[in-house]
């Protein structure tokens, strides 16, 4: 009882749990925006990487024939990404990319950042599921008539992202514990408001195991509910 009364004045004394519940809002929000943009970004970034653009095939130069700058700029991009640690992607963005725009939210930096994270992780995801399919599938819908775009729009794209959804899921789960770097930039995501209800308490180890069960807890409804998804699709098969 008396550990219940140290609780209390911790989180609700002073309506300190509204940290908490801000920090948990806006960690969130940033997962759910930078997941949003990281399959785009990860999506656009495969199909460049896998297309067969080469505008200088009638080169004399067998490399300048056989080069292809969509592909290019996307293994560029997934190098440059997965080859800097995040927190420094997040300060780079923040310091300097947005130093001049004062007024821009942090949840929109982030948001941006985290996204332009996840794409290349997520670019490289949909390209080994698409490359792992049965290049008959292709074949099978040019015979059909079907356009390029359409037949990875239709029959391509669908079934990659049914092969790659555990991977998919993963790198969901990891994007979500990576927002606890936001505060790096003046956020006040989870992790945050555990520390400020350090600094006012003086009690560390009570709002960090609190942040810690929240993220076990969010972590495990997604996977879950992505499980239930994945189960789904099976069915249909």
Known sequence: MEYLKVLKEIFIDGER??????GLKFSIGVTL???ALGVLLGVIAALMRISNFTPFKKSK???LRNFNPL?????????????????VQLMVLANIVFAGFRDMPVFLIASLSFGINSGAYVCEIIRAGIEGLDKGQMEAAKALGMP????????IIPQAVKKILPALVSEFITLLKETSIVGFIGGVDLLRSANIITSQTYRGVEPLIAVGIIYLIMTGLFTKLMRKVEKGMKVSD
């Open 148 to 155: 390029y775009y359409i037949a990875m729009k239709e029959i």
């Open 61 to 63: 130069n067998e490399k």
């Open 33 to 35: 925006l930078a997941a």
């Open 71 to 87: 592909g290019w700029l996307a293994i560029f991009y997934t190098d440059l990404i997965r080859g800097t640690p995040a927190v």
């Open 17 to 22: 749990y509204m940290y908490v519940l801000k």
